[in-house]
């Protein structure tokens, strides 16, 4: 019985990180259309902030409130000076933005060197039976669907997220009611960098920081974004659920690495089958 | 000057070299060319058929662990060269039938491609344990397989004879000009003209009765198995191969030589591969970081400033130097 | 002996909840120009777009020359012999006139063959002088004329022509009705048109979509003469000219 809940705590673990760490990343493409391959690096940033944070004597909590911040403005000046000129070249921003990934991966492994670092985790644990769970990982979970709520939120029920929403779908109208297109993309993808650092800070206790921390996750967090659809949220979280469930349960089987692998096999036939990804029936939406 | 003139400069200047090279520049080259193989796949399928693949590195991982394990098994390295080629072919037809057929988007093509490799990355590197091995041959995990023999010359009734650095060169320089120019001549006849149409319209191109998808697949193919012999030919050369090939890093480098050598005419590809093989080395390989960094921008650059490619934007400089000399002729051809 | 040359039956294309095609029955004899007529968003380009493959119905029958076609892939049905030209021409920008006809042609004559078809087509279009111009320089209609002349290069049974004379003066489209004529003398034509007096000039049996669903068919006097469709088309027009 303990056995059952430990396994299922497991689960929603991986779905609810998945999520949070592929969230920003949704806005991203599926508001903006733009392939950023740098975002994982954006969630490495994230982690490095609370290391940064903690080196310093403050707590992981600081770090994990200043991390958006940090990433959000980093996420400005990179639209500023590289994504703005590639709008509508898919490809090309793809490649631009890997470039930017290894140079970022580069950049922080000149300054803080190439070892993984470890963050303690704050907060105890609590037991099921025989079993030790952190409860910073319930915090994870929280966090995850917390900031899902928040940006569906943020999304539907906001002027500023009409407005997005409105851009999204046609900006030479938007403009002519007097919304700067560019303005509004520049504010999501500063939100999405800002949502990938507060994922990378959040589980940056739990994953240990380093350099290349980014590459355990591009794969999988894009997967999960393309495999989701075109309606952004609804179809992350259903991605991210199935994904998440096919992970951990062949994780649990067998290794975290074939969990990993056939997490990404399993998404490669999901797009075979439904080409425009889980939610490509619905009309494009938040 | 004309292709026979260009090609006969060609042939005479590789010949050359190793009179004027020193050994170990020789065996540098040789890798380089080894690596414009693995660019000129990809320009293939990408500057002419129009689809992005960042799968190039796989087939070279595959092309090269193929090498190896037929290669230890068997004893026959022309044997493992050939398997080589038609594991890595055979691979990019499964996955190409598996997307093209798939109806998959260009976009996530790509996101596919990228994931495989990055797929065959983790999996090999799960492999250190010896019980992982094909015959005799030990996969190695993350150190890779070693003791993967050199090309050797197999004449029937003798003895192989191992290659030493210099006849390796001759063989692979061979290999890269009879690849260019029989891809070449694929790409001009009506195949290549073909495939141009399908990229500028493949919707207009089915409804003139050409089986698109089928064409993709050959090229895809053929694509693989050339990124296949370079991955071979790269086993044989350093008698060793590691899950480092399907890293991001590897795939990367092979999209910026192709970006820098501008795709379509591949020969830029090769182009490409030496320019930013030589740069990398002249910056020096101390430091495997600095060079992440100096790649990373020299990508971004490229895409911002030169986006059809470095070669072509100087060849185009050149041209409008040369056309503001001489007075214009009555219509321009840009 | 069937003449019947394409027979569509109880035709039916949703998307979400829109109806675009509504149980469409459709039958056309070999040799026949017919012309589908309509208000705009009637169905014409999703008829079109069903009988070439590039669009599957979801119920319904379309059976070609008796084969079912139905379920079968663009390219398929292309070489089974239907061409057809679409509204917004496309064609290569890249290439030049002959070598969009080459890749027409060569399709059914092979590489050797297409030549003296190229040769012959471009006459035909009267392009002949431009032939190495690269058709993404060529003017709006000179770009139409290269699309008729890859259909033709291609000689399919039937050929659909999507609005031909869109974007064309008076002059370009009388010239594209004789060519029009000319060409039903060898193959099967259903033209969509809102050019009346083109579809006047050329017309012999009209069929009428409105909303997706076969309004009306007959001779041009018959529809003219039929309330129905004056009401919901012909007949603002007829209010207009007084």
Redesign the interface.
């Known amino acids: 019985m303990d056995l059952v809940a430990v396994t299922a705590f497991g689960i929603l673990y991986t779905i609810a990180t998945l999520i949070l760490l592929a969230l920003g990343l949704a806005v991203i493409f599926g508001m903006m259309g733009v392939i950023n391959l740098a975002q994982a690096e954006f969630l490495m940033l994230g982690a490095y902030t609370v290391l940064m944070a903690t080196s310093h004597g403050a707590s992981v909590w600081i770090g994990i409130a200043l991390a958006p911040v940090v990433v959000g403005l980093l996420g400005v000046v990179i639209e500023r000076t590289i994504i703005r000129f590639l709008y509508g070249r898919m490809l090309d921003t793809m490649l631009a933005t890997w470039g930017l990934s290894l140079g970022l991966v580069g950049l922080v492994t000149l300054v803080f060197g190439p070892t993984t670092e470890g963050i303690a985790t704050p907060l105890g644990h609590f037991t099921v039976g025989e079993y030790r769970l952190s409860q910073y990982s319930v915090f994870a979970i929280l966090m995850a669907f917390a900031v899902l709520g928040l940006t569906y939120a943020l999304f539907n029920y906001t002027r500023l997220g009409l407005v997005a929403r409105a851009t999204m779908q046609n900006d030479n109208m938007v403009s002519a009611l007097g919304v700067s297109p560019a303005r509004v993309y520049m504010g999501t993808f500063a939100f999405g960098s800002a949502l990938a650092g507060l994922g990378g800070a959040v589980m940056a206790p739990l994953t240990g920081v380093v350099p290349t921390l980014g590459l355990a996750f591009i794969a999988k967090i894009f997967i999960t974004v393309i495999v989701g659809g075109p309606v952004i949220l609804l179809g992350t979280t259903t991605a991210g659920a199935v994904l998440g469930l096919v992970e951990s349960l062949v994780a649990y089987t067998s290794t975290p690495i074939y969990g990993q692998v056939a997490m990404l096999v399993f998404a490669i036939v999901l797009l075979r089958l439904l080409p425009q990804g889980i939610s490509g029936f619905w009309r494009r939406g938040v | 000057m004309t292709s026979w003139a260009l090609w006969a400069v060609a042939v005479v200047i590789v010949s050359a070299l190793p009179t004027v090279l020193s050994l170990f520049q020789i065996v540098q080259l040789t890798v380089f060319m080894i690596y414009s193989l693995l660019a000129l796949s990809l320009d293939l399928i990408w500057g002419f058929g129009g689809i992005l693949s960042f799968g190039q590195a796989a087939f070279f991982g595959v092309g090269g662990y193929v090498y190896g394990i037929v290669g230890i098994n068997s004893g026959s390295t022309t044997l493992a060269l050939a398997a080589g080629v038609a594991g890595a072919a055979g691979f990019a037809g499964l996955l190409g039938y598996f997307t093209f057929y798939g109806r998959v988007g260009s976009m996530y093509f790509a996101v596919i491609t990228l994931t495989v490799t990055l797929i065959l990355h983790q999996v090999m590197g799960t492999t250190a344990d010896p019980r992982y091995a094909v015959g005799q041959a030990r996969l190695g995990g993350y150190n890779g397989m070693t003791n993967i023999p050199s090309l050797a010359l197999e004449v029937p009734g003798r003895a192989p004879l191992t290659l030493d650095p210099i006849p390796f060169f001759y063989v692979v320089g061979s290999l890269l000009l009879l690849v260019l120019a029989l891809t070449r001549a694929l790409v001009q006849a009506?195949f290549g003209?073909?495939l141009?149409?399908v990229r500028?319209?493949e919707?207009?191109?089915?409804?003139?009765?050409?089986?698109?998808r089928g064409r993709k697949l050959v090229t895809f193919v053929l694509s693989g198995g050339i990124a296949g012999l370079a991955g071979g030919l790269f086993a044989g050369w350093g008698n060793f191969m590691n899950p480092q090939v399907f890293s991001m890093f590897q795939s990367a480098l092979v999209v910026i030589w192709v970006m820098v050598g501008g795709r379509g005419t591949l020969y830029g590809a090769v182009v490409g591969t030496l320019v930013v093989q030589f740069l990398t080395n002249y910056l020096g390989t101390a430091s495997v970081t600095y060079t992440t960094v100096a790649l990373g921008t020299v990508l971004v650059m490229i895409v911002l400033l030169f986006p059809r490619g470095l070669v072509p934007a100087i060849e185009g400089a050149i041209r409008r130097a040369a056309r503001r000399r001489a007075p214009a002729p009555e219509f321009a051809d840009e | 002996m069937n003449d019947v040359v394409l027979q569509a039956r109880g035709l039916v294309k949703e998307f979400g909840g829109l109806r675009a095609v509504n149980s469409v029955d459709f039958t056309l004899r070999r040799g026949e120009l017919r012309c589908v007529i309509g208000p705009n968003g009637g169905g014409k380009s999703t008829l079109f777009k069903l009988l070439?493959g590039?669009l599957k119905p979801t119920a319904g029958t379309i059976q070609f020359k008796g084969l079912d076609v139905t379920r079968l892939?663009?390219?398929e049905i292309?070489?089974a012999g239907i061409?057809?030209k679409f509204q917004v021409p496309?064609?290569?920008?890249?290439?030049s006139v002959a070598?969009n006809l080459?890749?027409?042609a060569?399709?059914?004559h092979g590489?050797t063959g297409a030549g003296p078809i190229v040769d012959r087509v471009l006459a035909e279009i009267s392009l002949a002088e431009r032939r190495a111009s690269l058709v993404g320089y060529l003017s709006h209609g000179d770009r139409q004329w290269v699309e008729i002349g890859?259909v033709l290069a291609?000689e399919p049974d039937l050929i659909l022509l999507d609005e031909p004379t869109a974007g064309m003066t008076h002059a370009e489209a009388r010239r594209t009705a004789d060519l029009v004529r000319e060409i039903n003398r060898r193959a099967t034509l259903i033209v969509v048109e809102h050019d009346m007096d083109f579809v006047r000039s050329i017309a012999r049996y009209v069929t009428v979509l409105h909303r997706g669903a076969v309004l009306a068919e007959g001779t041009m006097e018959q529809i003219r003469a039929n309330d129905v469709v004056r009401d919901v088309y012909l007949g603002k027009r007829q209010h207009a000219r007084g």
Request: charge should be neutral.
């Open positions: 009506s003209r073909i141009a149409a500028e319209d919707l207009r191109t089915e409804l003139l009765g050409y089986d698109a | 070439t590039q892939h663009p390219h292309a070489r061409g057809i496309r064609v290569y920008d890249a290439l070598e080459w890749l027409s060569r399709f059914r590489a890859m291609s």
